[in-house]
C-alpha cells in the first residue's frame, strides 16, 4: 500500500517531460538533417547516389532493430537502456559535427540510429511503469503534445541557424535534448523490474531486419520499373525473410516478436493505424517538398515555415485528445484522427494547382499533423493496455517498429505513385499536343532530377521545368499530384473503418 501511494505522488509533469524529449529526439534528428541535406552534401561532396542513404541510414536502422530494443529493456532495465541510448546520441552526434568527410558522417549516422534505437519504444513503455493507468492517457497526450511542439519549432530554427552558422550546427540540436531528457530520467522516472532470464532473438531481429531493407529498397528502385532487377530482387529478398521470420517466430522459444499479441483485434487495428499515420505523414513531407520547390517555388526555409501555424492548437488538442481516451476509450478518438488525416490528403487533392496561393497548404498540413498526434495517442494506450507484466517494452518496441516501418514506406510508396500518374499525365499531354512519345521522354528527361537515386530528398529543378518545350509539365506533376492524394486518402478511412468494428465501444473493467 505505501508504495502505490508513493507512486500516485509521483511528479506527472518531470516524468513526462523527459521521457517526451527522448522519444522526440527520434524525430527531430532526422527530420533537421533532411530538410538541410543540400547544405550538407555541398559541404561534404556527399556522391548524388548517396544522399538519399545518408538521409535514411539512422531510420534504416532504427526500423531493424527496434524490437531487439524492446527485448533488451524488458531484460536489463527500461530506464537503464534509455539512458544509455542519449548517451550514445549525445555522443555520436558531437562526434559528428568534426566530420571530416561523407564516409565520417555516414558511419556516425549509423551509429546514432543505434542510439536513438533505444528512444522509440522504451519511452512509452516507462510511462506504464512510471505512470498509474488511470493518468496514462493524459501523460501520453502531454508527450504527444511535447513532441509536436519541438518538431513545429525545431525545422524553421534550425533553417535560421544553418544559414547563420553552418550545417554542423544541425548535430547540436539532439545533444541538448538528450541531457535534458538525462537528468529528468535520472531523477524522475522509474526503473522497471528487469528480467534477466529473457534471450534476445538475434535471429530474427536479423530476419525483419533484411525485411525491411529489401522491401524499402525494392519499393524505391520501382519508380524506375517493376521489372528491374534493382527492384524485383530486393522485393523478392523481402518476401522470401520475411516469411522466414514469421516461421522463425512462431517455433522459437523466446521470439523477437511475440505472434500471440495478434489475436487481439484492438492490438491489430492499432498497429495498422500507426503504420498507416506514420506513411501519411511521412509521405506528405516528401510529396511537399517535390511540389513546393519544383511547382511554387518555395525555398526549404519556407516549407518549413509551413508546419508551424496550429502548432499550439496541435498540442491542446492531443492532450484533450488524452482526456477523452482516459474518460471513453481509445476508438472514438483514434477514428476521428484517421478520418482528419484523410480529410488532409482530399483537402491537398482538391486545392493542388500550379498557381495555388500557397496558404492553401497549411490547412493540409495542420489536419494532417493534427490527425496523427490524436490518433497516435489512443494507439499507444491501446498497445500499452495489451502489455503483458514484465513485457512493456517489447510491445512498445513492436509499436514503434510499425511506426519506422511506416515512416520509411512513405516516401518510397508516394514517390512510385507520384512518378506513375505524373508518368500517365505527360504522355497524354504530349499525344494531345502531337508530340512523340520519345520526344516527350527527351523533354521530361532533360528537368528531371535525381529522384531515383535519392528518392525524396532531391527535386525537379523548376528552371528547367519552365523550359520543357511544348509540355505544361507543371500541369502534369499537379494532375499527378491530385491523384496520389486521391489515392492513399482511401487508407485511412479503411483502417478508421475496421477501429469501428473491432476495437470495444467501452472500456473493459478494471483496464
Request: include cysteine; proline fraction near 7%.
Amino acid at each position: 500500500m505505501p508504495a502505490a501511494g508513493s507512486r500516485d505522488h509521483t511528479p506527472l509533469l518531470p516524468v513526462v517531460l523527459g521521457l517526451a524529449l527522448a522519444f522526440t529526439v527520434t524525430v527531430v534528428d532526422p527530420l533537421v538533417l533532411s530538410l538541410n541535406l543540400p547544405e550538407v552534401s555541398r559541404g561534404l561532396h556527399v556522391p548524388p547516389q548517396a544522399v538519399g542513404l545518408l538521409g535514411g541510414a539512422a531510420t534504416l536502422v532504427m526500423a531493424a532493430s527496434v524490437l531487439a530494443a524492446g527485448r533488451l529493456g524488458d531484460a536489463v532495465g527500461l530506464k537503464r537502456l534509455l539512458m544509455t541510448g542519449l548517451s550514445v546520441v549525445t555522443v555520436v552526434d558531437l562526434l559528428s559535427t568534426l566530420s571530416p568527410g561523407f564516409g565520417f558522417l555516414l558511419a556516425m549516422r549509423f551509429l546514432t540510429g543505434l542510439g536513438m534505437t533505444a528512444l522509440l519504444g522504451v519511452p512509452l513503455a516507462l510511462l506504464k511503469v512510471s505512470v498509474p493507468p488511470e493518468r496514462r492517457p493524459v501523460a501520453i497526450g502531454v508527450l504527444m503534445a511535447v513532441d509536436v511542439l519541438l518538431c513545429g519549432v525545431t525545422p524553421a530554427f534550425t533553417g535560421w541557424a544553418v544559414s547563420v552558422v553552418g550545417w554542423r550546427f544541425l548535430f547540436l540540436i539532439a545533444p541538448v535534448l538528450c541531457l535534458v531528457s538525462l537528468w529528468l530520467t535520472a531523477r524522475y522516472v522509474k526503473e522497471s523490474p528487469a528480467q534477466p532470464g529473457r534471450h534476445l532473438d538475434l535471429p530474427g531481429v536479423s530476419l525483419i531486419g533484411v525485411t525491411l531493407l529489401g522491401l524499402v529498397v525494392g519499393l524505391a528502385a520501382a519508380q524506375n520499373g517493376v521489372s528491374r532487377p534493382q527492384t524485383w530482387v530486393p522485393l523478392l529478398v523481402g518476401t522470401v525473410t520475411l516469411v522466414l521470420f514469421v516461421l522463425r517466430e512462431r517455433r522459437a522459444p523466446d521470439p523477437a516478436l511475440d505472434l500471440g499479441l495478434f489475436r487481439s483485434a484492438p492490438f491489430c487495428v492499432a498497429l495498422a493505424a500507426t503504420l498507416t499515420l506514420n506513411f501519411l505523414i511521412a509521405g506528405l513531407s516528401i510529396v511537399l517538398g517535390q511540389f513546393g520547390s519544383a511547382i511554387l517555388d518555395l525555398s526549404p526555409e519556407s516549407i518549413g515555415l509551413l508546419y508551424l501555424p496550429g502548432t499550439v492548437l496541435i498540442a491542446g488538442a492531443v492532450i484533450g485528445a488524452g482526456r477523452l481516451i482516459e474518460k471513453y476509450t481509445p476508438r472514438p478518438v483514434m477514428v476521428t484522427g484517421l478520418l482528419v488525416m484523410a480529410a488532409s490528403g482530399l483537402l491537398l487533392a482538391g486545392t493542388a494547382g500550379p498557381k495555388m496561393a500557397v496558404w492553401l497548404l497549411v490547412p493540409t498540413i495542420w489536419l494532417c499533423n493534427l490527425g496523427s498526434v490524436v490518433a497516435s495517442a489512443s494507439v499507444s494506450e491501446t498497445v500499452l493496455s495489451q502489455a503483458p507484466p514484465g513485457r512493456s517494452g517489447t510491445v512498445a518496441s513492436v509499436q514503434m517498429g510499425f511506426a519506422v516501418t511506416g515512416s520509411a514506406f512513405g516516401p518510397a510508396v508516394y514517390l512510385l505513385l507520384l512518378n506513375t500518374f505524373f508518368h500517365r499525365q505527360w504522355l497524354a499531354d504530349a499525344q494531345a499536343r502531337g508530340l512523340s512519345a520519345t520526344e516527350a521522354q527527351q523533354a521530361v528527361d532533360a528537368v528531371r532530377s535525381g529522384m531515383a537515386h535519392s528518392p525524396g530528398l532531391t527535386v525537379y529543378d523548376p528552371n528547367l521545368l519552365r523550359q520543357a518545350s511544348g509540355l505544361n509539365l507543371g500541369l502534369d506533376f499537379t494532375a499527378g499530384l491530385r491523384l496520389t492524394m486521391l489515392i492513399v486518402s482511401v487508407l485511412p478511412v479503411a483502417v478508421a473503418l475496421a477501429a469501428l468494428l473491432l476495437m470495444p465501444r467501452r472500456r473493459a473493467s478494471g483496464a
